[in-house]
């Protein structure tokens, strides 16, 4: 993936890959983006402590991406505003030994009905995946304070500009109101199914082929 160059544009926003040193950063930002993900209330169903859990649990996934995949900051005016977390074609999803060890490290962060829902998500939607090597967008967020600037279009256009030509990228979401935002920008819907054998979230998985251009906003 070609990182670009870290300019500013017009309104002060940068992009860049997100140093190790930034992950705990990153991770509290996305778990406040994804607080009241449908995903994210089933993971942690009645538990007291879910903004924390849900902050480890996205900074866990941001250390992965920068040993795994590719993690990017969006920084505006030089502060951190927006994460996007990508795997490279040919793996689907995190190592699952690191996926245990990050689990390991983190004892209070997952109960015995949570992981189990996690993992069974996770099987439900990697069934829906498209056969074809693919890009796979894992998470994109924005500070909460900081939607609906067009933050979240500039960091997804930026990402889809930093990858080669003929990339496909894959991508589930469990918010409806999320179609039409990755809709307009080259995503189509390939499946609608509740995740976790029927008892998860309606889950939404889009692809963007081979080449399509996204439409400016």
């Not at 007291?48 to 991406?65: C, K, P, S, Y």
């Amino acid at each position: 993936m070609d990182p670009g160059s870290a300019r500013d544009d017009a309104k002060g926003r940068r992009l860049a890959p997100l140093a190790p040193a930034s992950v705990d950063e990153a991770g509290a930002l996305l778990g406040a983006a994804f607080l009241d993900d449908p995903v994210v209330r089933y993971y942690f169903e009645n538990r007291g402590d879910r903004t924390r859990a849900v902050q480890a649990m996205m900074t866990a996934a941001t250390e992965l991406a920068v040993r795994f995949g590719n993690a990017y900051r969006l920084d505006c005016h030089e502060r951190l505003q927006g994460v996007a977390l990508l795997l490279p074609p040919g793996r689907h999803d995190f190592p699952l030994p690191a996926v245990l060890g990050a689990v390991l490290r983190r004892p209070r962060l997952w109960r015995a009905r949570g992981l189990g829902r996690y993992f069974g998500v996770a099987a439900s939607v990697d069934a829906h995946r498209p056969e074809l090597p693919c890009w796979t967008l894992v998470s994109l967020g924005i500070l909460p304070l900081d939607q609906g600037r067009g933050h979240g279009s500039w960091l997804l256009e930026q990402l889809l500009a930093r990858l080669p030509f003929d990339a496909a990228v894959f991508l589930e979401t469990f918010n409806e109101r999320n179609l039409r935002f990755y809709g307009a920008r080259g995503f189509g819907v390939t499946s609608r199914f509740a995740a976790d054998g029927g008892k998860g979230p309606q889950t939404w998985t889009m692809l963007r082929a081979r080449g399509a251009a996204a439409s400016g906003v």
